[in-house]
T-cell receptor
Framework: AQSVSQHNHHVILSEAASLELGCNYSYGGTVNLFWYVQYPGQHLQLLLK??????LVKGIKGFEAEFIKSKFSFNLRKPSVQWSDTAEYFC?????????????FGTGTRLTIIP | DGGITQSPKYLFRKEGQNVTLSCEQN?????MYWYRQDPGQGLRLIYY???????QKGDIAEGYSVSREKKESFPLTVTSAQKNPTAFYLC??????????????FGAGTRLSVL
C-alpha cells in the first residue's frame, strides 16, 4: 500500500519569505498527486494536482509543486508567502486502479506566517 | 448552492452510545468518503462508496458503519465499539472521472467529543 510522508510538521515563516514543504510517497508505479489546504475555519480544498505531463504544476494563490519521479517527491513551493497563507497543508497520493479509487494523505504541515 | 453539508457541526457522545453523522451532497457525485482527522495524524480513511448500495472499508473502519441508500447521502455511525471516537470527521465526494483523477470536495466537518 502506498504511504505519504510530510516531514515538516510545523513551519513558521515571516511574510515575503520563500516556502518549500516536503512530500514523499512510497509507491513505485504510476501515481496521481495532490496538495490540499485547510485555512482556519474553512473547508479542506484542492490547491493543485499532478496527473501527467509537465512535472511542474501551478495551483491557486501562486503555489506550485514539482513532481520528481526519481525522488518520489512532490514538494510544494511559493516564492513569497503572505499572512493569509497560514493554514494546514496536506499532500495526498492516488494510485490509478479502476473501480477502487481512494486518496492516501500525509500527516499534514501546519504553516504559520508572521506578519 | 452546490456543496457538501455535514451535520451537526458539534456532537457529543455518551459512553456506550451510537451516534450518526450526516453527510449530504448536491453535486451529483458518484463517490463519497468519510475521513477522521486527528492532530498530527492527517486524514485517515474510514469508509468510502463508489456507487449507491455499495461501500468499502478504509484503513480504520473498526467501530464505524455506513450506508449508501441514496446517491446524495452517506451517513456515518460511530458505534459503541469505537473506543476513541473523539476526533474531527470529514466527509468528501468526487465525480466519476478517469482512473485516479480523484479530486475530492470536502464538507465543513463534524467535531465529535465524548462526555
Amino acid at each position: 500500500a502506498q504511504s505519504v510522508s510530510q516531514h515538516n510538521h510545523h513551519v513558521i515563516l515571516s511574510e515575503a519569505a520563500s516556502l518549500e514543504l516536503g512530500c514523499n510517497y512510497s509507491y513505485g508505479g504510476t501515481v496521481n498527486l495532490f496538495w490540499y489546504v485547510q485555512y482556519p475555519g474553512q473547508h479542506l480544498q484542492l490547491l493543485l494536482k499532478y496527473f501527467s505531463g509537465d512535472p511542474l504544476v501551478k495551483g491557486i494563490k501562486g503555489f506550485e509543486a514539482e513532481f520528481i519521479k526519481s525522488k518520489f517527491s512532490f514538494n510544494l513551493r511559493k516564492p513569497s508567502v503572505q499572512w493569509s497563507d497560514t493554514a494546514e497543508y496536506f499532500c495526498a497520493v492516488n494510485v490509478p486502479n479502476f473501480g477502487n479509487e481512494k486518496l492516501t494523505f500525509g500527516t499534514g504541515t501546519r504553516l504559520t506566517i508572521i506578519p | 448552492d452546490g456543496g457538501i453539508t455535514q451535520s451537526p457541526k458539534y456532537l457529543f457522545r455518551k459512553e456506550g452510545q451510537n451516534v450518526t453523522l450526516s453527510c449530504e451532497q448536491n453535486l451529483n457525485h458518484d463517490a463519497m468518503y468519510w475521513y477522521r482527522q486527528d492532530p498530527g495524524q492527517g486524514l485517515r480513511l474510514i469508509y468510502y462508496s463508489q456507487i449507491v448500495n455499495d461501500f468499502q472499508k478504509g484503513d480504520i473502519a473498526e467501530g464505524y458503519s455506513v450506508s449508501r441508500e441514496k446517491k446524495e447521502s452517506f451517513p456515518l455511525t460511530v458505534t459503541s465499539a469505537q473506543k476513541n471516537p473523539t476526533a474531527f470527521y470529514l466527509c468528501a465526494s468526487s465525480p466519476r472521472g478517469r482512473a485516479g483523477e480523484n479530486i475530492q470536495y470536502f464538507g465543513a466537518g463534524t467535531r465529535l467529543s465524548v462526555l
